[in-house]
Structures are given as C-alpha cells and as structure tokens.
C-alpha cells in the first residue's frame, strides 16, 4: 500500500478556506440585514416623534347650545360638551370662555373663564355639562381642552342660537316635535325637550318662561333635576301641566309633588269652553279628563264639581294644572283648541318678570361711613401709639443732644437704630401681623317675602383684599342668579375663572391686587319663615319681627332715609316690636 504526501494534502489541506468562507459567510451579517434594522430604528424614532402630536389632536369637541341650539339673551343657559378621545389617555382641563359686558352694560367686553378638570381614557367619550351666562356674543364663545401632551379647540358663533326672548320647554320622551297644537308666542320659541336633558342646575333654567308636561312620567329625573325643576318654580318659573287618560304617571311622587290636586282616576266629561262675549260655544261630549280633589291653589274651571283648570302659586312662580287629556279625540280635534292652550301659557294679569338681582351701592356706603366698621380692619390704636412712641424716641434724642449728654457719634447711632426698629417693627405689625386681615367679605341681604312661606333674598357681597393674591369664593347650592357686578375700572384688567362642580356648584377664582375688591350680585328664594311688618305711625316708625325659622339672624339693621338703626341679633322664635324714630 503506498502513501503519498500530495495527496494527503489535497484531500485534508484544500477543504479548509471554503470551510472558513463559510464559517465567515453564516457569522457576518449582510448588507441587507444591516439596511432592514436601520429602517426599523429609524422608523421607531420617527413614530416616537410623531406619535405625542397626533395624540393631542385626537381630542374631538361636540357642543350642544342651550335648549336644541336656542337660549334667551341675557339669561344664563345650559352648554354640555362632549369629549371624544380617540388617541391615548389625556388629563388636562375643559375651559370655556365667554365675554361679559360690552354695550349693554356700558363699559368694555371682559373675559369670564369657565373650567372642569377632565380625565379621559383612551378610546373614551364623556360629557360635561356647564351653565354659562354670556353679555357679549358679537365675539365667538371659545371652548378649549388644555392637557400637558396638547390642546384641541373650537369656536361656536352665539348670534346663530340667541332669541330674545324667554324660552318654552315642552318635555316629551322622543324629544321630537309636539302632539299636541301648541305654538310658540310672540315673546318667545317653543322647544321639544326629552326629561333626560332638563339641566340639574336651576341657573341653567333662568331663561325658561315655561315647561309643559304632557303625558309623561317624571320618576327617571335625577336628584338634581327635580331640585332644580322646583328651585326654578319658586324663582318665578310657570309650569303648566296636562291630564292624561293614562292617570297612573300623575300619580307618581316625582309628579305629584308639583300637583296642586291629587288624581284619583279618568272618566269622560262634558266640556264646554268659555266663549267670548258675543259668542256661543256648543259643549264637547265624551272628552277625557282625570278624577281629582283640589289640594292647594283655586279652580278657575270645574265641570260637574270636577276641578278642570286649577292655578296655584309657589313663591313667586305658577302651577297651572288641565285635567282634561287635549291628546285624545274628541277635544284634540277640536278647532279652538291651539287658542285654549295660548291662554295657558300666557301671562297671569299682574304677573312680572322674574326679577333681576341689583347692585345697591347705597348700603355700603352708609357700612363705610361708620366708624364703628373702619376700626374693626383699620389698627388705629396702634397706630396711634405707635406714633406716640417714635414721636417720643425722637423727643428724648433731642433732649439729650441739648442737654449735651450724648456725643454726635452716639446720636447718629441711636437715630439710625430708631429709625430701622421703626421701620421694621412697624412693617412686620402693620402688614404681617397684627388684626388685619388678608380678606374682608361682606355681604348685605334684604329679605322679601313671597308668599306660602317662602321668601326671597336679593344680596349684595363685596371681597376685600388687603394682600395681593388669589382668592377662591365658594358658592354654595341654592343661590340663583350670580353674577360679578361690573366695573370698569377692574374688568378690563382682571379675568375671572369660574371652576364649576357637578350640580351646579361653583367656585370664583378672583387675583386681586393690595387694597383691591370685587363686587358681587346673588338672589335667592327658599322657605323662610320669618315675617317683618312696617306701620308709619307719624314721625315714628313701627317694627314687627316674628322669627319662626331655624336659622339666627346676626348683626340686623333697618335702613331709613337719613338714618340706620342696630337691631342686632335676632333669635330662632323671637317675636318682638320696637319704635323707630323717623326723623
């Protein structure tokens, strides 16, 4: 067997470079492989640029307008903006701005900020529902979702949606357009309003004339809602209500509670409406209406000793009650009947306008006026002493300096010490310390009674500032009717940011400047049972208080003209009467 060396080395010596090229081509990668992970990494930098805008801009506004796009000039009204977040999770804060003033008020237009913080989730919707009151609408109303990864905006032209005037609502579940003839008067638009979007605030409801209800149950209405229906009502609200064959939704408590009779079932009736003076009317047979026994109020109609129409008040609104069903034939084919129901809705004779909080300047000027008040805030005992004492410091030094008992370096040295002792301990007194307070809020309330225990409140409130800072006034629920008085001195300056919870309770955030204040209107109508009298009796003035409430009334007065008399504090069920002397 022979062996040779050359062969050897081909078979085990050659093999080894295509070995190592392949060992070489599996462990490198190509140029393909390197290209791909670059586009990759570029890819996932761009998106991670991109992504935080696109995020933002993903925030969808819808808002609706008042009552279906209509609201009453002048008034404040409802505003629900829904937020569609189609991106990723946003946190950030809903503001809506609206311009107050402008030509109506005399003086100069003036922002007004209304602002709910807002988390939305991802892929998320949610609705937010404000009350707004805008004075000025030649310019847009602007509403704005601010969040740190952007902000989304829009803009609403008001002069489409105004009316002036006041608004009637006609809740029915579809919310589409009324069964029954009802037209809209002159003075104002009727709107078709399911009870789902009544506004839970009563503020929201000040531009509302009326509200009809018609064969519809109320037992699905929040809290809130029934509570605004009635705070409406009693600020002067009228609501007009139609029987229904269907009895039982009459019966309801959310329903009944407004009633001023109490349905016990439905039957036919003979109704004969009244005619004009020169007129006949023929009587309707077989109309239905609902059994009732009168409650509260006074029967302006009956048909066989049934109550058919039956008004009654509480406070200073109106319950207007029909027992008959004006839905069902034969008293909805009738030809008179949209004329019937204009008188319904139409105003009682006497009736005014809800009326408008007033600011009396007159009040705070005879509280100014009184010395008793400035000293209360203004230190003046102190400042007198403190004057007394510097003034004697320096009285002493130059007493001394005559006397030659000091040296000129020694009374330079005691004046500049005086001097700077003064200084500081007179600012450290004066401005942080002592009795002063940082804010002084006043208010002044005149009490007027409305009628079936209830009483309105017209209040004037004034914010001092001794320091300049941020202030944040918290209103509680039940005051209607809340707006900044005006000035033109400070509105063109300032902005106001109204935070509003859900309910309808808000918060003032007011900046104000050292020595600055900020004036304020409210009304309020509520169940009070207090009772005071005035009786002229010649130069002399007779007072009659009867306080049968729960509540303390601290720090009364009676106002006359040229005069102000202290009544102090006047207790839960005291009852007392004192003379004034007029002149």
Known sequence: MSF?????????????????????????????TRRLVASAFMGGLLALLVLPPMAAGEIIIEPRIGFHGV??????FPLEVSLANTGRPAEGALEIRVWKGGAIKG??????????????????RKTVQFTIEPDFISRPLTITFLSPAGAASR????????????????????????????AASSQGRLVSLSPGELAPDAR????????????????????SQLLALDTWLTAGGTLVILGSFNYALYQEPAISRFLPVRVTGAKRISFKPAAARDEHSAPLSGVWAQESRLVSGKALLESGGLPVLVEARRARGRIVYLALDVGRPPLSQWDGLPQFLQTLVARAPGEEAPPRTEWNEAVFAQLFANPS?????????????AMVGYLGALGGLAWLWQRKRVTARVLCAALVSLVTASAV????????????????????AVLENSGDGFVEGQANLALFSTQARKYDLYIERGWIDLTPAFSRAQEATYETVVLQESAGASRYRLPLREWDYRLFRMRYVDRFPMRAELEPQGDKLLLTVDNQSANDLIHCGLLVPGARFELGTISRGARWRKVFPLA
Do not use: W
């Open 4 to 32: 040779s060396a050359a062969q050897a080395a081909s078979a085990y010596v050659l093999p080894a470079p295509a070995k190592l090229r392949r060992l070489s081509t599996d462990t490198c990668p190509s140029e393909r």
């Open 71 to 76: 609201f009453q000039l002048g008034r404040p």
């Open 107 to 124: 003086g100069a237009p003036y922002r007004v900020n209304y602002r709910r913080e807002i988390f939305l989730a991802s892929q998320a």
């Open 155 to 182: 803009e609403i032209d008001l002069r489409r949606h105004f009316s002036p005037g006041p608004v009637l609502l006609l809740l029915n579940e579809s919310g589409a357009a009324p069964l029954i003839p009802l």
């Open 204 to 223: 929201a409801l000040l531009g509302v004339s009326h509200i009809v209800l018609y064969d519809q149950s109320l037992r699905d209405l929040a809290r």
């Open 373 to 385: 008040f400035i000293s209360t805030y203004v230190p003046f005992a102190s400042l007198l002493l």
């Open 425 to 444: 301990g007179g600012y450290v007194h004066f401005s942080r310390g002592g009795h002063i307070p940082d804010g002084v809020l006043l208010t002044a």
